[in-house]
Structure formats: structure tokens, C-alpha cells
């Protein structure tokens, strides 16, 4: 088997870290690791595999002088944009899991489950685009009952962890627990979220834009239209919880036709990815406890509207840092591999 020249920038960061896990655990055929961060990480040691590496940083040639075929990129979208192109030009196929690239027309957003086909165009650029990480739970369940029964709306209320901030955000709900039971909260300044977290919701992520959503709720809305190729309807309201990591999801989804929820159940069953958690008499039901640290979309609450036949209600939850970034991104990388032979 072919193994491959691999970069990943961003490596000592939460993604970063979790992309090196995720290959292991598939086994990705890497011929020499690259991990890049910044002058202030360099020097660092990050373990794959067994084996230790140090932090090299990331510059303008550093892709060219290691003779990189995949680069994954998940530093922040400044400096996505611009290094990738110099990865990309270099002749590496660069994975992004910024939002920096995702809405340009030329550039793929990938979601392997749902629209493996346009990882072809990564030769438009030399970029493929990792979506938004509550996109990609979200269009990981829609896209099968799309299939099936023709989707025309969409309404999703997100329960997004603190991971979803990075290691800054989960770090500062955990000082903040701590310093609850210190009796000195009051006395916790919240630097990464706009609100204390601990003990509240947040209806608040990203900027707020002139059509009072948020950047995050229209990054769902756009992306899951891109991504699934039509321009269905969909509104969402994203919130941030007391959790330190997996986002959950309520969602609301408007068919064509009427919808059998058994049907629908079974759909998704069936469907890659995806995980039915839905025995709610016995408590059974997806949660951020039990999918946190796995590669699965767990799907539960499946249930028809009490009004109208067409719609259907459910509840999901996926790993933010895993499903959400890292192993959608080593998913991406795997398809391209496909590609090539």
C-alpha cells in the first residue's frame, strides 16, 4: 500500500491533537509526520503511534522541503489562508477544517457521507474544506432522509459544548467549576465565551449579523445547502451548554411527503455514520456523556409531529473535536486517497 508524506498544522492544538488519534486508530498510511504549529510551539513533541515528534514551524517552504502529499490545517482561518495556498502549490492536497475557504464556489466542502463526489474538485485549488462541526452532524442525518423523501425545511436548535471553543473554552468551563466550589466564581472573569458558561446557556456563538443570526447559524444554513446541493430552507438557533465536549442537536425537518417515523427510523439505521439510540421508555437516548471520544452520529427521539404528517422531530449528538473536525477530516483524506489509486 502507498503511504504518504503528512503535515498537520495546528498539531498541538485540540483538533490537532485528535487528528493523530483518529489515525491511528484507522491505521492511515503515513510515510513521515509533520507536525507544524507556530514559532511558540516549536520545539514541542507530540506522540503518534508510539513514537515521539517534534514541532516544526509552520513556514512558507516548510511543505516544499518535506515533500508533503496531505496537509490538515486547523490553526484558525488567518493563518489557513495564508499558508494552505503554499501547501497547496507545493503540490499537497490540504484538508481544511477553518471556515475560511468552505463558501468559496471553486473550493469542495466535504462531508463523506454525503457527497463523496465532490472531493474530485480538489484539483480546482488544491483545497478540500471541512464543514462547520454542527453541519456535519446535521447533514450526516439529513442527507439519507433527503434521499428518500424530499426535504424542504429545516429547524435546528444547537446544545454546543465548550469544545467547540478549542482548549481555551473547555479549559475556562472547567476553571470556572472549580472556582464554584472555591465559593470565589464571582471573582471568574469570562475571557473566551461572552458570559460565564458554568451553571448557564449562551444563546450566543460567533458574531451576531445584521439579520440578527449569528455567523454560526448561518454557517449552517449555507453549508448544509452546499454541501447537499439544494437550497432547502433552514433556520437555526445556536446555543452554548455547560458540557465540555459532543454538540447536541434538536431538529425539526418539513418533507415533501408525508413521513412514517418507523420508515424514517430505519433509514437511518441504515445509514453510514450514524448510531439509533431511540428507546426512550428505557432511557435510552443519545447523549454528550456516551458519545464523546467516538466517530458516530447518534441519533434518538424520533418521533412524527402531533399536527402535520410531513414532519419529523428528532434529537442528535456527535463528538465535536472527532465527528465534527478531526475524523471527518481523516475521512476526507481516506476518500482522496481512494481517488488516486
Request: hydrophobic share 45%.
Amino acid at each position: 500500500m502507498r503511504k504518504f508524506n503528512v503535515a498537520v498544522v495546528g498539531a498541538t492544538g485540540a483538533v490537532g491533537e485528535e487528528i493523530f488519534r483518529v489515525m491511528e486508530e484507522v491505521n492511515f498510511p503515513v510515510n513521515e509526520l509533520l507536525p507544524l504549529a507556530s514559532a511558540r510551539s516549536a520545539g514541542s513533541e507530540v506522540e503518534f503511534n508510539g513514537k515521539m515528534y517534534k514541532v516544526v514551524e509552520l513556514t512558507e517552504s516548510v511543505f516544499d522541503e518535506h515533500e508533503i502529499d496531505i496537509a490538515f490545517f486547523s490553526a484558525g482561518g488567518s493563518i489557513s489562508a495564508k499558508f494552505a495556498p503554499f501547501a497547496a502549490q507545493s503540490g499537497a492536497v490540504v484538508i481544511d477544517n477553518t471556515s475560511h475557504f468552505r463558501m468559496e464556489a471553486d473550493i469542495p466542502l466535504v462531508v463523506p457521507e454525503c457527497n463523496p463526489q465532490d472531493i474530485a474538485q480538489w484539483t480546482n485549488r488544491g483545497i478540500i474544506a471541512n464543514p462547520n462541526c454542527s453541519t456535519i452532524q446535521m447533514v450526516q442525518v439529513l442527507k439519507p432522509l433527503d434521499d428518500a423523501f424530499g426535504i424542504n425545511r429545516v429547524d435546528v436548535a444547537t446544545y454546543q459544548a465548550a469544545s467547540g471553543a478549542g482548549k481555551e473554552g473547555m479549559e475556562e468551563l472547567v476553571l470556572q467549576l472549580q472556582k464554584f466550589f472555591e465559593f470565589k466564581l464571582d471573582e471568574c472573569e469570562p475571557k473566551v465565551f461572552a458570559h460565564q458558561l458554568a451553571f448557564n446557556l449562551i444563546p450566543h456563538i460567533d458574531v451576531f449579523l445584521d439579520n440578527d443570526y449569528t455567523k454560526e447559524e448561518m454557517k449552517m444554513v449555507n453549508e448544509t445547502q452546499k454541501i447537499l446541493h439544494k437550497k432547502m430552507e433552514v433556520s437555526a438557533t445556536c446555543v452554548r451548554v455547560p458540557v465540555l465536549r459532543s454538540h447536541s442537536e434538536a431538529i425539526t425537518i418539513h418533507f415533501d411527503r408525508d413521513i412514517d417515523a418507523a420508515r424514517a427510523r430505519e433509514i437511518l439505521k441504515n445509514a453510514p455514520s450514524i448510531v439509533i439510540e431511540d428507546e426512550p421508555k428505557e432511557k435510552i437516548y443519545p447523549m454528550p456523556l456516551t458519545a464523546s471520544n467516538t466517530n458516530d452520529t447518534y441519533v434518538g427521539r424520533i418521533r412524527k409531529d402531533n399536527y402535520r404528517n410531513n414532519v419529523l422531530h428528532l434529537w442528535c449528538v456527535a463528538d465535536q473535536i472527532r465527528v465534527g473536525a478531526a475524523t471527518n477530516a481523516v475521512r476526507i483524506a481516506q476518500k482522496w486517497i481512494e481517488l488516486q489509486d
